[in-house]
């Protein structure tokens, strides 16, 4: 059953609510609008409900949309979009956006669920001529690394703060861009994820030399 649908949103169809581990779901929903990759959207579950932003995590030429969420239990709406079977709806405004990916040499620097504008990027077929940097803190919380692992032409390179792990760089993402020898001064540089993360992340690059102008962010994720 449709409720209400909420002014400037559009009803889609839920196909698929995976968790694809504890309390971080890949929601995956019918396709109303085109977008481009890195776009972000917002959603409810009616009008009551004050809508979230997301960001896409799914291909530009996939048959659906789908986001990338972590359960907050103390929120309104996450708790229920977990709950969420094939055949509910959600309601989602039009993409929107200007965290664009493209075919250029980029750095790509993502925590936890902030993985997702790369998600939709990758899947877009921009992966190529890229290096991923994914922190989390331990090796359960690297989302779609796999997917991202098997992408020709892109240096998977991931960050744990907890635990020790092989073919992982053990500690910070922030210690590892302060101890990376060089970063290239010519390319552009995507952060999302935590707020604070970007904030210092961003200080950390300039300090470095890259151009203001190179760095680009999102927090909504």
Same mark, same amino acid.
């Given at each position: 059953?449709?409720?209400?649908?909420?002014?400037?949103?559009?009803?889609?169809?839920?196909?698929?609510?995976?968790?694809?581990?504890?309390?971080?779901?890949?929601?995956?929903?019918?396709?109303?609008?085109?977008?481009?990759?890195?776009?972000?959207?917002?959603?409810?579950?009616?009008?009551?409900?004050?809508?979230?932003?997301?960001?896409?995590?799914?291909?530009?030429?996939?048959?659906?949309?789908?986001?990338?969420?972590?359960?907050?239990?103390?929120?309104?709406?996450?708790?229920?979009?977990?709950?969420?079977?094939?055949?509910?709806?959600?309601?989602?405004?039009?993409?929107?956006? %200007?965290? !664009? +990916?493209? @075919?250029?040499?980029?750095?790509?620097? $993502?925590?936890?669920?902030?993985?997702?504008? =790369?998600?939709?990027?990758?899947? %877009?077929? !921009? +992966?190529? @001529?890229?290096?991923?940097?994914?922190? $989390?803190?331990?090796?359960?919380?690297?989302? =779609?690394?796999?997917?991202?692992?098997?992408?020709? +032409?892109?240096?998977?390179?991931?960050?744990?703060?907890?635990?020790?792990?092989?073919?992982?760089?053990?500690?910070?993402?922030?210690?590892?861009?302060?101890?990376?020898?060089?970063?290239?001064?010519?390319?552009?540089?995507?952060?999302?994820?935590?707020?604070?993360?970007?904030?210092?992340?961003?200080?950390?690059?300039?300090?470095?030399?890259?151009?203001?102008?190179?760095?680009?962010?999102?927090?909504?994720?």
């Amino acid at each position: 059953m449709i409720e209400s649908t909420p002014v400037g949103t559009t009803a889609c169809k839920v196909v698929a609510n995976e968790e694809i581990t504890d309390n971080v779901h890949y929601l995956t929903f019918e396709r109303p609008y085109d977008f481009e990759a890195g776009q972000l959207l917002s959603l409810t579950l009616n009008a009551n409900i004050p809508p979230r932003l997301y960001s896409i995590a799914s291909g530009t030429n996939n048959d659906c949309i789908s986001i990338l969420f972590d359960v907050k239990p103390e929120g309104t709406l996450t708790p229920l979009l977990a709950k969420l079977a094939a055949g509910d709806f959600v309601f989602i405004s039009p993409p929107y956006g %200007s965290f !664009l +990916g493209s @075919n250029e040499p980029a750095v790509w620097i $993502a925590t936890g669920t902030g993985i997702a504008p =790369f998600i939709s990027m990758a899947q %877009s077929g !921009l +992966g190529d @001529n890229k290096t991923l940097i994914h922190g $989390a803190r331990t090796i359960n919380e690297f989302y =779609f690394a796999h997917f991202f692992e098997a992408i020709k +032409g892109l240096t998977y390179i991931r960050c744990a703060s907890k635990g020790s792990y092989s073919n992982t760089y053990n500690g910070r993402l922030t210690a590892y861009l302060r101890e990376t020898s060089s970063l290239p001064l010519n390319e552009k540089y995507y952060l999302c994820g935590n707020p604070l993360m970007v904030n210092e992340v961003r200080d950390l690059l300039i300090e470095r030399g890259i151009p203001f102008d190179n760095i680009l962010s999102e927090i909504f994720f």
